[in-house]
């Protein structure tokens, strides 16, 4: 999958439901959060999440590593809803290539895994409720996309995201590239830190990665999280 401009993942000493699964040159690329006995739903966070957009998606393996994200969040979900994702991109610009969902990875999730797609950002909606969120199953959020009309989530909207996960809907936490600047991606921060997590600064990587170089770190996750990881290898 692709690597190139990133973000890094730091996980907090409390984090002990979080696997890091990716860290090219011991930088955090990729985790997850799972805890069964809590009942909550699963979550991805990726601090590569330009794969995501319409300029990353055709790279590689992202399509395959994207389709197999929503099945395994989907696994770990035990909302009333199912096979119904929203992507929420924290974006009021227009959409352009860099800041818009694939439309082939949408067409391929409806398509081919028969997901309900929603996309839309802080223009269409504005702000998010819990009556937008009760529709789904998984939640993408993504940050980054544009280096300066990104827009903090708020103190409620991150209360009410987490207590959707709370109750068994999965979430995706996606940041896009960070350029050159040693902050971090605040406006997601905030709901990141309700898992332990945050992101930071920025890492170049490799134009591509292979999962199998780091067949050293999978092993570590529990069993339950095998069937993902094995699919995007």
Do not use: C
């Not at 809803?81 to 694939?102: G, M, W």
């Not at 909606?125 to 009760?134: H, M, Y």
């Not at 999965?170 to 997590?197: C, M, Y």
């Amino acid at each position: 999958m692709s690597g190139g401009r990133a973000a890094i993942i730091d996980k907090g000493p409390a984090a002990e439901h979080v696997k890091i699964v990716m860290d090219p040159q011991e930088k955090s690329l990729l985790a997850t959060y799972y805890d069964g006995n809590a009942g909550r739903g699963g979550v991805v966070f990726d601090a590569g999440g330009a794969k995501f957009m319409e300029d990353g998606a055709g790279k590689f393996d992202n399509e395959k590593y994207i389709r197999n994200v929503a099945k395994w969040i989907e696994d770990q979900s035990s909302s009333l809803s199912s096979q119904n994702i929203l992507v929420y991109i924290l974006s009021n610009e227009p959409a352009k290539p860099h800041n818009s969902f694939s439309q082939k990875v949408l067409d391929s999730l409806m398509e081919k895994d028969d997901f309900s797609v929603t996309v839309t950002n802080r223009k269409d909606t504005p702000e998010i409720s819990e009556d937008l969120l009760l529709q789904y199953s998984q939640i993408w959020i993504f940050s980054g996309m544009d280096k300066s009309s990104d827009t903090l989530l708020s103190d409620n909207e991150v209360e009410i995201i987490t207590e959707i996960n709370q109750f068994g809907r999965g979430l995706l936490i996606g940041v896009g590239q960070q350029g050159d600047s040693a902050e971090g991606p605040v406006d997601i921060n905030n709901l990141a830190k309700e898992f332990g997590v945050t992101f930071s600064g920025s890492v170049e990587n490799s134009d591509e990665l292979r999962v199998s170089k780091f067949v050293d770190t999978l092993s570590k996750v529990p069993e339950i999280m095998g069937k993902w990881y094995k699919l995007i290898t």
